[in-house]
């Protein structure tokens, strides 16, 4: 038979191996809520490294130059209304682009036709093709004709839904990542620790 004292020290033991077991998965949850405050905050340090003026003053030419070629998106660009996207599609952001639709459809829905005279502009900025002018007759009876709807082509079709469906994933990613920034789990790893190490 074992003794008191054998049982007592085994029980403590499987109770302490079940502790742990339960303590785990917290601080795994824990650490992969600090790994990605970091990442996080290194992010947007480098942000502001590569988009700021004042530091790139004192900084060498060439690292300067090295940057820029790293950067995401062109510091200006030029869009001139009657010529293509086709050019600016490398460089220029799927979000922008999309804007650039949008705020020309949404002008073509309002009646304010100044600067835009034909209802193929939105499908030919979408699919990369010059603008066309309608002639004075077609033009007209596009004009009065606003409320039939025009049909779309497939190509264009499936460009727009491939870049909404990019546009709702990289929502829901930055939605999950302030979620995620807000959580408590983040904000009580700030309060024990005081500060975040930077990777």
Same mark, same amino acid.
């Given at each position: 038979t074992a003794s008191p004292t054998s049982r007592f020290t !085994?029980? /403590?033991?499987?109770s302490t191996m079940n502790d742990r077991k339960? =303590?785990?998965p917290t601080m795994e949850k824990q650490g992969r809520a600090q790994r990605l405050a970091k990442q996080i905050e290194f992010l947007s340090l480098l942000e502001m490294f590569v988009y700021n003026r004042a530091l790139f003053a004192c900084c060498p030419h060439k690292v300067t130059e090295a940057?820029? %070629?790293? %950067?995401?998106?062109? *510091?200006s660009l030029l869009i001139e209304p009657g010529k293509p996207l086709r050019r600016t599609r490398r460089f220029l952001p799927q979000q922008l682009r999309q804007a650039v639709i949008n705020s020309i459809i949404n002008r073509k829905k309002n009646g304010d036709d100044d600067s835009c005279d034909d209802t193929g502009d939105d499908n030919s900025m979408g699919s +990369?093709? *010059? $603008? $066309?002018?309608?002639p004075g007759k077609e033009a007209s009876q596009e004009s009065n004709s606003t409320i039939e709807p025009q049909p779309m082509d497939p190509e264009m079709r499936? !460009?727009? @839904? /491939? #870049? /909404?469906?990019e546009l709702t994933s990289i929502k %829901? @990613? #930055? =939605? +999950?990542?302030? !979620? %995620?920034r807000n959580s408590t789990i983040y904000q009580t790893i700030q309060d024990t620790e005081g500060r975040l190490f930077r990777a």
């Open positions: !085994s029980t /403590m033991a499987t339960m =303590e785990r940057v820029k %070629r790293c %950067r995401a998106t062109e *510091p +990369g093709s *010059p $603008l $066309l002018a309608l499936r !460009s727009l @839904e /491939m #870049i /909404m469906n %829901r @990613e #930055i =939605e +999950g990542l302030k !979620s %995620r």
